[in-house]
């Protein structure tokens, strides 16, 4: 899930602020925003709420 990164560039977020919002150390960001990385649900979710976000899921 990129998106959550490019809501950071709309914001104006740095990975160093998105660390201090979530109280994690940049690895675990880095992690975080790698698409490749199969990061927790929870963690995505803090993120998108750390920028205000809300993350909805559905299957129809």
Request: a positive charge.
């Given at each position: 899930?990129e998106i959550?990164y490019y809501?950071?560039?709309?914001?104006?977020?740095?990975?160093?602020?998105?660390?201090?919002?979530?109280?994690?150390?940049m690895?675990q960001?880095d992690r975080l925003l790698d698409p490749?990385?199969s990061?927790k649900?929870?963690?995505?979710?803090a993120?998108?709420?750390?920028?205000?976000?809300?993350l909805?899921?559905?299957?129809?």
């Amino acid at each position: 899930m990129e998106i959550h990164y490019y809501e950071m560039i709309r914001q104006g977020v740095r990975k160093s602020e998105l660390a201090r919002r979530l109280n994690a150390h940049m690895p675990q960001v880095d992690r975080l925003l790698d698409p490749r990385h199969s990061s927790k649900i929870e963690a995505i979710e803090a993120a998108f709420r750390s920028l205000g976000k809300r993350l909805n899921i559905s299957i129809a």
